[in-house]
Each structure stands twice: as C-alpha cells, then as structure tokens.
C-alpha cells in the first residue's frame, strides 16, 4: 500500500486535528495560517518556544492546528491570557491571533493597554468586517452602508481604522496586508515577530458565506479580486487625496519604532523589589 504524504513535513501542523480544517471552503483564515508557519521557518524559532494564543470566533480554531504551545480563550481576553503568560514566561514568543469583533469589540480595551504598555506580543487581527461565526452581526470594522444581519438597513457606524487606532495607542510595529497580497503578508508577519514591543498586523480577508452573500458580493474568487483591485501601496496613497481612498485597502508598515518593551522593564522592578527584600531581612 502507498503511504500517504504527511500533512506538514517540517511538523509545525497537528495532522490528526481533523484536516483540511473546519473553515469554510475558500476562507482567507488558511492564508493567514500559512503565513504565520512560513514567517516563523524563517526566523528559526523552535516550536517549543512559540505561543500561540486565541479568543473565540473563526479565528480562534487556529491554535487547534499547530504544534506550538497554546491557548484557545475566552470571547475578547486573548491579549489579557497573553499578557499574562508572557510576564510568567519572557522568554516566549507570544502571538496572538484574533478576529475584528474578538480583539476591537469585546476585546478593544485589552488591545489599547497592550499597546500602551508595549508589551512583546503580536496581535494578527484578521479583519473580514463582520461577525462571521455567530450569524452575520457587524463589527467594528464593518464599512458604512454594508449590510449585516442587525443592521438590515445598512450599516451607520464608521469602522475603527485599525492601524490609526494601533499606533496612537504605542505600538512598536504597525502593519496591513490582505490574504490575496499572500508573501507581503509572510514578510509583514515575520517582521512584526522580530519586533521587540507589542507589534500588530491587521490581515484583511473575506466572509463569503455571511458578508459576501449579504452585500452580494459573490464567492470566495470575487472577493479575493476585490482585495486586489481594492489595495493600494501606503508609500502610494500618501500621493492621493482622500477622495480617492475611500474604499482602499491601504497595506504596508505604518509604524516601526524603538521604544521601551513592558516585560523588560517589569524584570527590573522584579529584581529591585527582590534586592530591597534581602536588604531588609
């Protein structure tokens, strides 16, 4: 009998988690995946120093797949279990993989601390606009005028511009791609590993089954060409008005600065409180 090709070769996968997976067919969730197992190759890490940590939603089947050390949370709390495991474990490389309703609705005010804090996590915000595993709800990136299941009439709310947010919050390391721009997305995510600081990459991708067949916006193809045709360089959309940027995906690094990371400075308040104890015993 033939023997079957493993799953993964380089053994970043769990091959008896029920492959392919259980995204829907043409799910953009899959790109980001592939990205984040490439990015890390790259970099070298072994997996037994890697953490991968997720909330709930689509996204957070993610963790299931990978050999890495991790954590499947609660609704919104996947930055507070991150930050949590990386002050007990410095050490780790800690990424953090979220929807757009997981980590900017429910989970906003963890990712505004985490980023004020700078502490050394990566935040991958899959962004789809919409609730996608629960019935169709928007999001907080949900564009204007769209429709979602509760808001029928369309939406009214203008959507958290997610690297704006990220960078005026402190982030050492802000970044947009989208599942069609599948190696910039590699590079972006491997960069934002490297980072020392809280990085952020706001990976956009789709919901056919519930945003796309609402607004009917066709399948999986259809909207990955509209994520090409839609997605501007940013070195490019500074040259434009803003006129012209309503409805682009502007994609690249928006911020790469050097500032103090939180679990460095918090070893040092460890090590000053540990001296102050032995000089008082």
């Known amino acids: 009998m033939k023997q079957e090709s493993p799953v993964d070769p380089y053994g ?18 899959g790109i980001v995946l592939g990205a984040i197992i490439r990015a890390v190759d790259r970099i070298g890490w072994d997996r037994d120093d890697v953490a991968m940590v997720s909330g709930i939603g689509c996204s957070g089947r993610m963790p299931v797949y990978v050999d890495f050390n991790t954590m499947h949370t609660t609704h919104g709390r996947a930055l507070a279990f991150a930050t ?22 429910i989970g906003g005010n963890h990712f505004i601390h985490a980023a004020r804090r ?29 429709v979602t299941t509760t808001d029928p009439y369309g939406h009214i709310e203008p959507p958290f511009p997610v690297p704006a947010l990220a960078e005026a919050a402190g982030a050492s390391f802000v970044a947009r791609s989208t599942v069609y721009h599948a ?13 020392k600081g809280f990085s952020v990459v706001e990976a956009v991708s789709y919901c056919h089954t519930t945003f ?16 090409k045709d839609d997605a501007i360089p940013v070195e490019r959309a500074k040259g434009m008005p803003p006129e012209q940027l309503e409805g ?23 090590a000053m409180a540990q001296a102050q104890a032995k000089g008082g015993a």
């Not at 190696?183 to 980072?195: F, G, N, S, T, Y």
């Open 183 to 195: 190696r910039e997305l590699d590079h972006l995510i491997e960069l934002a590993l490297a980072k």
């Open 118 to 146: 700078n502490i050394g996590l990566t935040a991958i915000i899959i962004n789809n606009a919409i609730y996608g595993m629960t019935g169709g709800q928007y999001s907080p990136t949900t564009p204007e005028n769209m």
């Open 12 to 29: 970043y996968l769990r091959p008896k988690k029920k492959f392919p997976n259980v995204w829907c067919a043409g799910c953009g969730i």
């Open 84 to 105: 949590g495991l990386k002050l007990a474990r410095p050490e780790m490389h800690v990424i953090v993989v979220m929807g757009d309703g997981d980590a900017l609705a």
């Open 248 to 270: 682009k995906i502007v994609r690249g690094v928006f911020v790469d600065r050097d500032t103090p990371e939180f679990t460095e400075r918090y070893q040092k308040v460890i």
């Open 212 to 227: 796309g067949r609402l607004n009917r916006l066709g399948g999986a193809v259809e909207m990955m060409r509209r994520l």
